[in-house]
């Protein structure tokens, strides 16, 4: 029975131990390899590429009818103007994460990654998914985000389908390392997902959703990011 298990333990457990031996690279040791450096100049490209679409994506969704939908569970919770608190938190906790990962260049890289691709899933959910955001919405004031899609003439609600901000949360969650870290973001996040539901600027649908997806963003960040990592000398 041990000679039938072993092959299908082994694999795992060297996939962890090269998942453990890249996250604790230097910057020295990271940049020294082409297939971090290739990865890292390529996300960077991905990302700025996006700059001048997403403006006119959101504003081509903002424009774009949709259905609106019941939600017995958004009912249930009061209404108010939470914007300050749900940017404290959120900007907060990038902030947090960013200091955390600055010295750390393979996970650094992953989340560069698993944003990407998290932009690249909610853009495609809003595209099939065209809906009118809840009846009782009260604008949510980035400070950030106004400013890119000029919203102060046509605020965006219509991105409704995932919830970018709780999917974000969940990112953050999982870039750091530490059960501490992560139940700490993880109540974080479960704030965040309220707080937009009480400003019913997303249905709960969206809310709930949003962790699988940013969990998913960092799952596809990772088969980019692993694959490219040395073995742990022998």
């Known amino acids: 029975m041990a000679t039938l298990l072993k092959p299908l333990d082994f694999p795992q457990t060297a996939s962890r131990s090269r998942e453990n031996h890249s996250e604790t690279q230097s910057w020295p040791v990271a940049w020294a390899q082409p297939g971090f450096r290739l990865r890292l100049g390529l996300v960077v490209a991905l990302l700025l590429s996006l700059l001048p679409v997403v403006p006119g994506f959101y504003h081509f969704i903002q424009a774009r009818p949709g259905r609106l939908l019941a939600d017995p569970l958004l009912a249930l919770l009061p209404v108010h103007d939470v914007s300050v608190p749900t940017f404290t938190l959120i900007y907060g906790a990038i902030a947090a994460t960013l200091v955390y990962l600055l010295p750390r260049p393979q ?10 691709f998290l932009q ?7 595209w099939l998914l065209p809906l009118e955001p809840p009846t009782t919405l009260l604008i949510l004031h980035d400070p950030v985000m106004d400013r890119i899609f000029e ?16 999917a974000t949360m969940m990112l953050l969650a999982l870039a750091g390392r530490g059960r ?12 965040v997902g309220l707080l937009v539901l009480v400003q019913r600027v997303h249905y709960s649908y969206d809310v709930l959703a949003a962790p699988f997806f940013g969990w998913l963003a960092y799952w596809l960040a990772g088969r980019v990011v692993l694959g490219q990592a040395p073995k742990p000398a022998a």
């Open 120 to 126: 690249l899933l909610r853009m495609g959910t809003l």
């Open 180 to 191: 501490a870290w992560r139940w700490v973001l993880g109540l974080m996040m479960v704030a």
């Open 151 to 166: 919203v102060t003439t046509q605020p965006i609600v219509r991105d409704l389908f995932f919830s970018g901000h709780t």
């Open 107 to 116: 996970l650094l890289l992953r989340a560069f990654w698993a944003y990407y």
